[in-house]
């Protein structure tokens, strides 16, 4: 299948601090890139759905000031996590896609583990 | 909470056969697929079926469909100590934006020995 990295695996900042996560797919191209947030033992909560060279479109009562994302080309979304605090704290996972996938599949990265001190 | 609705949790012996269900919403819903989630990683596409088929098998998996009860099953045949993780079910609402995900809230599989 399709594969989708992430950078960093983990990180941890100080409170004020600004993260930056990436999320690259490897050998295909992604129209479409997900922001996900994941809390312990709980499902996945989508932030925002990205398209290469437009705006993100964010789910209700995320924060689009706090949550920057940035889809600049067809392999490479950031979120950047600006003035983080310790209730930011949760694993980040990306998934990419695009029309051309069977099924219409999101393949997922591994996760970025952000921990605010 | 979530729409899409899954068992919290399953024990199986290893050997056995495991059965995870699911219940969705959107009787429309394109493809319904099932992911599998390691302690601390990322999401991997297990399998997904179509709308219109009712039985799909994959090697081990086998996945069912009653589209009447909106119904989905995952059958995972001789279960290993490697297929211990969370297993995820969701579903592609066409309503909704392309590609966006209804995911439930997964099904923690155990193995024992």
């Known amino acids: 299948g399709a594969v989708v990295s992430q950078h960093p695996s983990w990180v941890i900042c100080k409170s004020g601090t600004s993260v930056k996560i990436e999320c690259r797919s490897l050998?295909?191209?992604?129209?479409?890139m997900f922001w996900y947030r994941q809390f312990p033992k709980q499902s996945l909560m989508l932030m925002a759905t990205s398209n290469e060279g437009s705006k993100a479109t964010y789910e209700q009562g995320v924060e689009k000031d706090k949550f920057l994302i940035n889809h600049a080309s067809l392999t490479l979304s950031t979120l950047t996590v600006t003035s983080a605090h310790p209730e930011d704290s949760s694993f980040y996972i990306c998934s990419a896609s695009s029309p051309g996938l069977a099924a219409d599949t999101q393949y997922f990265g591994p996760g970025t583990r952000l921990t605010v001190l | 909470g979530e729409d899409v609705e899954q068992s919290l949790f399953l024990s199986v012996r290893e050997g056995d056969s495991s059965v995870i269900n699911c219940t969705y919403t959107?009787?429309?819903?394109?493809?319904l697929y099932w992911y599998k989630q390691e302690p601390g990683a990322g999401l991997q596409l297990l399998t997904y079926?179509?709308?219109?088929?009712d039985m799909k098998q994959d090697q081990r998996l086998t996945v069912l469909l009653n589209k009447k009860d909106k119904h989905l099953s995952l059958r995972i045949a001789d279960t290993q100590t490697g297929d211990s993780a969370i297993y995820f079910c969701a579903e592609s609402p066409p309503d909704d934006s392309w590609g966006k995900l209804q995911f439930g809230a997964g099904t923690q599989v155990v193995v024992t020995p």
């Open positions: 959107d009787s429309s819903s394109t493809y």
């Open positions: 050998d295909f191209q992604a129209t479409t």
């Open positions: 079926i179509f709308s219109n088929m």
